[in-house]
T-cell receptor, first 117, second 115 residues
């Protein structure tokens, strides 16, 4: 079956503009995660969704970052008033959920490379 | 706060060698330990997941071990091939206390297998 897909694959924007990044998880996966990978840094957790609710937003770096998920499927990560330090690869992952055994394995999308000029 | 360290940062070996990648984590209260592979410009591929109650997992030429008490995991790759060249990431998953389980990643080991 299809894996996790993300769009766009690349996004170049000007400082101060808003951007939206999209994630389509694997069908039937109830858990969805967003991560950020900055140059020279490891992956950082941003937010976790179980169904449409986000019990853990602790990784969002500022209030310019928000995310939503609708229909228990597609998720959108929105960055308002982008800054140069937001430049990174944004990765989305999904897992079968809930917790336990093989359902824990996270499947990652190819990422969106965001460049803020 | 959980910290994950991977040593070495980069490794170059001739084809056919067996090799070991190391991962250490500071908080032993983990839910599981995962190893991923990342190819340039691509997302992550899950290789092995070891639950906290397990000691090791095997998949083909890959074997991962977990020693929770010492905060260590190793990924053993047997008979390395050029196609194994990639960055290998270790991640420890633990309850965040904020309603979810979170993966904390190391910065990876970049492996090059020379034909």
């Amino acid at each position: 079956g299809a894996g996790v897909s993300q769009s766009p694959s690349n996004k170049v924007t000007e400082k101060g503009k808003d951007v939206e990044l999209r994630c389509d998880p694997i069908s039937g996966h109830t858990a969805l995660y967003w991560y950020r990978q900055s140059l020279g840094q490891g992956l950082e957790f941003l937010i976790y969704f179980q169904g449409n609710s986000a019990p853990d937003k602790s990784g969002l770096p500022s209030d310019r970052f928000s995310a939503e998920r609708t229909g228990g499927s597609v998720s959108t990560l929105t960055i308002q008033r982008t800054q140069q330090e937001d430049s990174a690869v944004y990765l989305c992952a999904s897992s079968l959920g809930p917790r336990g055994g093989v359902g824990d394995t996270q499947y990652f999308g190819p990422g969106t490379r965001l460049t803020v000029l | 706060k959980q910290e994950v360290t991977q040593i070495p940062a980069a490794l170059s070996v001739p084809e056919g060698e067996n090799l070991v990648l190391n991962c250490s984590f500071t908080d032993s209260a983990i839910y599981n330990l995962q190893w991923f592979r990342q190819d340039p410009g691509k997302g992550l591929t899950s290789l092995l997941l070891i639950q906290s109650s397990q000691r090791e997992q095997t998949s083909g030429r890959l074997n991962a071990s977990l020693d929770k008490s010492s905060g260590r995991s190793t990924l053993y790759i047997a008979a390395s091939q050029p196609g194994d060249s990639a960055t290998y990431l270790c991640a420890a998953e633990a309850y965040s206390g904020a309603g979810s389980y979170q993966l904390t990643f190391g910065k990876g080991t970049k492996l090059s297998v020379i034909p």
